[in-house]
T-cell receptor, first 119, second 109 residues
């Protein structure tokens, strides 16, 4: 099956620094990728929809200047957490749908997730 | 957007069938029902999806009621490795997956 890879799988950083998380579709092209965050014992919360070659669409309440998303190619989207603070510590998960699949039938493939800890 | 309602938790004996229900009473005609599961600290894993007809694959079966207002995911012979949170998702026409709270399934030896 299709594979989505995230890197890094975990990262620890100091408060005030920026952290970049990469999401790659390894064997298919994805015009759209999705970024989620998940706090302990909670469900996944959609943060934004990343569109190749255009600006990301953010969900209500998600700060676009805080969480910078770039989708420069059909196989790569990046999420940058800027000026990270301890409350940004979370599990960040990306997903992508195969560009070739039907819009309402294609399953969503998820990455392994990236655990961010901000000290 | 069609919302889903799932029981927060369920137990199942190892080797028995696990039946996980999901209510989606506001589903519209062109929305699919997807099931994913998430094992602790991993990304969600696709299980199965359907529109109107019942579906079966190597992992599970999906039973959708005739009025499409509810569905049941069936794991025919649950193993300890099936312990996970199971999410029922109705796919918006905008193609975004919104996760509910899911059902935490514990398979008991």
């Amino acid at each position: 099956g299709a594979v989505v890879s995230q890197h890094p799988s975990w990262v620890i950083c100091k408060s005030g620094t920026s952290v970049k998380i990469e999401c790659r579709s390894l064997d298919f092209q994805a015009t759209t990728m999705f970024w989620y965050r998940q706090f302990p014992k909670q469900s996944l919360m959609l943060m934004a929809t990343s569109n190749e070659g255009s600006k990301a669409t953010y969900e209500q309440g998600v700060e676009k200047d805080k969480f910078l998303i770039n989708h420069a190619s059909l196989t790569l989207s990046t999420l940058t957490v800027t000026s990270a603070h301890p409350e940004d510590s979370s599990f960040y998960i990306c997903s992508a749908r195969d560009h070739g699949a039907g819009a309402n039938t294609g399953e969503l493939f998820f990455g392994e997730g990236s655990r961010l800890t901000v000290l | 957007d069609a919302k889903t309602t799932q029981p927060p938790s369920m137990d199942c004996a190892e080797g028995r069938a696990a039946n996980l229900p999901c209510n989606h009473s506001t589903i519209s005609g062109n929305e699919y029902v997807y099931w994913y599961r998430q094992i602790h600290s991993q990304g969600p894993q696709y299980i199965i999806h359907g529109l109107k007809n019942n579906e079966t694959n190597e992992m599970a079966s999906l039973i959708i009621t005739e009025d499409r207002k509810s569905s049941t995911l069936i794991l025919p012979h649950a193993t300890l490795r099936d312990t996970a949170v199971y999410y029922c998702i109705v796919l918006r026409t905008g193609n975004q997956f919104y996760f509910g709270t899911g059902t935490s399934l514990t398979v008991i030896p």
